[in-house]
């Protein structure tokens, strides 16, 4: 069974600086994505940035990117530029790449952006 | 375009009662899948329709049920309430081949 882990269960910067959420995972596969979602305190589940386990290049969504270590079994999330909107839990969550469409979800992290 | 909607938006229950949860797709999703997020917590799996049919199941009880309808709508039904069902519980579709969920606001489910 594939597992995903998040450390850090709270984070606080001030806007505009760059922060940076840890993942962790834990798979036997070898073809799987990786996900990071954004809930508000709305609560909608908003996908932020994906990764396909194959791509070797780190996943880049404007001020999102992602630093993918496979050998590791890390997907960390950097926010550059931090904004308040920012402000909300964040899921890391994973998905085999073969049969159905099973998300397993991380802790999260509630990240706080300050003024 | 309409995204992924769910109703009712809260329920309050009390305990023994059963209760049905809806949810529009996307449009043009085939497949969808309900999650039980506790409070603090991430989401967890319950089970996934594609084709009307249940395609894949995460650990619950058969308490918790459900059906997709020819419109690639779906109900979870949940009976025989317990405390620890209080939860949001969310619906996200996607296609069948696809692996990007887009999930709908959820249902506050409140088990008394």
């Known amino acids: 069974a594939q597992t995903v882990t998040q450390s850090q269960p709270e984070m606080s910067v001030q806007e505009a600086e760059t922060v940076t959420l840890s993942c962790t995972y834990d798979?036997?596969?070898?073809?799987?994505?990786l996900f990071w979602y954004k809930q508000p305190p709305s609560r909608q589940m908003i996908l932020v940035i994906r990764?396909?386990?194959?791509?070797?290049q780190n996943a880049t969504e404007n001020r999102f990117s992602v630093n993918f270590q496979k050998a590791a079994k890390s997907f960390s999330l950097k926010i550059s530029d931090s904004q308040l909107g920012d402000t909300a839990m964040y899921f890391c969550?994973?998905?085999?790449?073969?049969?159905?469409?099973?998300?397993?979800f991380g802790q999260g992290t509630r990240l706080t952006i300050n003024p | 375009d309409a995204g992924v909607t769910q109703s009712p938006t809260h329920l309050i229950k009390t305990r023994g009662q059963q209760v049905t949860l809806r949810c529009s797709p996307k449009?043009?999703?085939?497949?969808v899948s309900w999650y039980q997020q506790a409070l603090g917590q991430g989401p967890q799996f319950i089970f996934q329709?594609?084709?009307?049919?249940?395609?894949q199941r995460g650990n619950f009880p058969d308490r918790f049920s459900g059906h997709q309808f020819p419109n690639y709508s779906s109900e979870l039904n949940v009976n025989a309430l317990l405390l620890g069902d209080s939860a949001l519980y969310l619906c996200?579709?996607?296609?069948?081949?696809?692996?990007?969920?887009?999930f709908g606001p959820g249902t506050r489910l409140t088990v008394l």
């Open positions: 996200a579709s996607s296609l069948v081949w696809g692996d990007e969920q887009f």
């Open positions: 449009s043009g999703h085939d497949t």
């Open positions: 990764q396909e386990a194959y791509k070797q």
């Open positions: 969550a994973f998905m085999k790449g073969t049969g159905a469409q099973k998300l397993v």
């Open positions: 329709y594609y084709e009307e049919e249940e395609r």
């Open positions: 798979t036997s596969e070898s073809n799987y994505y």
